[in-house]
């Protein structure tokens, strides 16, 4: 009986995961081969993280999010797209729905610092609302800062509402922050809530979480990057710091994309409907360059993130820079950055010389060799931890957001990223990723042939367990 059970569990399971669909076939492979090895085990974390089941909530997300127009009000200001262009801004309105907009502009902020202090001068200015949605927000000198501003504009009547995903910002909303918050008037929700974690688990993964950073302020001011709301110095992670992040400030028609965005977050928590506010007029503006908000979920399509970058990296005519800290690339994206080289792109990517996490530095290792070979030029960044994403094509057009280059960004997190045609603009970011490679160590094909045997081992070994997480 023991043994039927046991080949029962090898069976049903591997069979399972034959029959799952959105999963590639490495994916399949690996599971299988884990669960054919350790049964028990593998039955255990199959069941846990082997499965991207969508919570009530998620789901209820997915249809609410339909059901919020993508393009409200109906926007003035029209731009032309190159014909480089249009490929990635459709592949961006498939995955969103939202049509690309002009009529904005864009700043990129000076460090993790300046973007709290101009975050804070725009709360203390609002007049109508204020709306934040952080992964992370921490009880330190920043997020004390934006907390603070944020309980001002409360008590002087501006209508200030705050998302934190409630593992990420699991201390934060214990801390008397929240508290103070909540005292003052400030409406506040906690995504993907995970409250009793066994029942959380039999309702879907519980690390399906909220990635994104959004804010939103009277309908016409956004940002968007990577910064979290916290001191660059990351208090649950000090041995890393500085965290290094770029954040861009937009004004225009964009910041309604992004309110469309926050608004489905929050009508999920809350039940609360906010969608009056993307009937209100446009506020006037000067002609402005072509942006595009691109959020991507586990409800999307499978690849969604994946098709974005790899069309991306095609897109490029000239040069492609890529800054990421997390680099566990599926094979059509690995492919994608080989052939931008071998075509005679100029194209770097540049990583961070220590990760806050050892399984994905070792698994981005890994691809090194391929990469090189075809020509890529990588840096690994020693200033600290590396924690912007940007992807800049020919000095024209800018990726920027919350979305890594690994398979959590891919089929787990919430992320929101925006893509905007500027030669201004994204020559600043082209600029800032030159300042990232002025601090890093250049890596050769040398360097990775003089790796010991054991080395490569661990990173292969790290590389091929991916597709399970």
Avoid at 363 to 372: D, F, G, T, V
Wanted: proline residues 5%; glycine residues 6%.
């Amino acid at each position: 009986m023991w043994l039927i059970a046991h080949f029962l569990i090898i069976i049903g399971l591997s069979a399972r995961v034959l029959l799952r669909p959105r999963r590639d076939p490495a994916s399949r492979i690996a599971w299988i081969l884990f669960i054919a090895t350790l049964p028990y085990l593998g039955a255990l974390a199959y069941l846990m993280l082997g499965e991207v089941r969508l919570s009530r909530q998620a789901i209820t997300r997915g249809t609410a999010n339909t059901s919020l127009p993508s393009s409200i009000p109906p926007h003035k200001h029209k731009a032309s797209l190159s014909p480089n262009d249009v490929p990635g801004f459709s592949i961006g309105k498939s995955i969103s729905g939202f049509d690309p907009v002009g009529g904005n502009s864009g700043n990129l902020l000076d460090d993790s610092n300046a973007t709290i202090d101009a975050l804070v001068k725009d709360i203390d200015a609002a007049t109508q609302h204020v709306h934040l949605l952080f992964y992370i927000w921490l009880a330190d000198k920043n997020g004390g800062k934006v907390a603070e501003a944020v309980a001002r504009a409360a008590m002087r009547g501006v209508a200030c509402r705050v998302i934190v995903d409630d593992l990420g910002s699991r201390d934060f909303i214990r801390s008397e922050h929240w508290a103070t918050m909540n005292r003052a008037g400030v409406h506040l929700a906690r995504a993907q809530s995970i409250d009793n974690i066994l029942v959380r688990i039999l309702k879907g993964r519980v690390d399906i979480r909220n990635h994104r950073k959004v804010v939103v302020i009277d309908n016409r001011i956004t940002y968007c990057g990577s910064q979290n709301c916290a001191d660059p110095e990351f208090a649950v992670k000090p041995k890393y710091a500085p965290w290094v992040d770029a954040v861009v400030r937009f004004e225009g028609p964009i910041a309604f994309q992004n309110q469309r965005l926050f608004i489905g977050d929050w009508e999920l928590g809350t039940g609360e409907n906010l969608r009056e506010l993307l009937q209100q007029p446009e506020v006037p503006t000067s002609d402005g360059f072509l942006a595009q908000v691109v959020a991507t979920g586990p409800e999307n399509h499978y690849s969604a993130m994946p098709e974005l970058f790899v069309t991306l990296i095609f897109s490029a005519r000239r040069e492609l820079v890529i800054t990421t800290p997390y680099y566990v690339p599926d094979a059509t994206m690995q492919a994608a950055l080989c052939a931008s080289a071998r075509r005679g792109i100029a194209t770097t990517l540049i990583l961070p010389a220590r990760n806050d996490s050892w399984f994905v530095g070792a698994a981005s290792r890994s691809c090194y060799a391929e990469l090189l070979d075809a020509g890529v030029c990588i840096y690994e960044y020693r200033g600290g931890l590396l924690h912007a994403k940007t992807l800049t094509i020919d000095g024209e057009t800018t990726l920027i957001g919350s979305a890594n280059m690994d398979r959590r960004s891919f089929e787990l997190n919430f992320e929101n990223n925006i893509l905007f045609q500027n030669v201004d603009l994204t020559q600043a970011i082209r600029q800032r990723q030159q300042t990232y490679i002025t601090q890093s160590n250049q890596i050769f094909a040398a360097d990775v042939a003089a790796w010991s045997p054991l080395y490569r081992l661990r990173n292969n070994t790290m590389a091929m367990l991916s597709p399970l997480l």
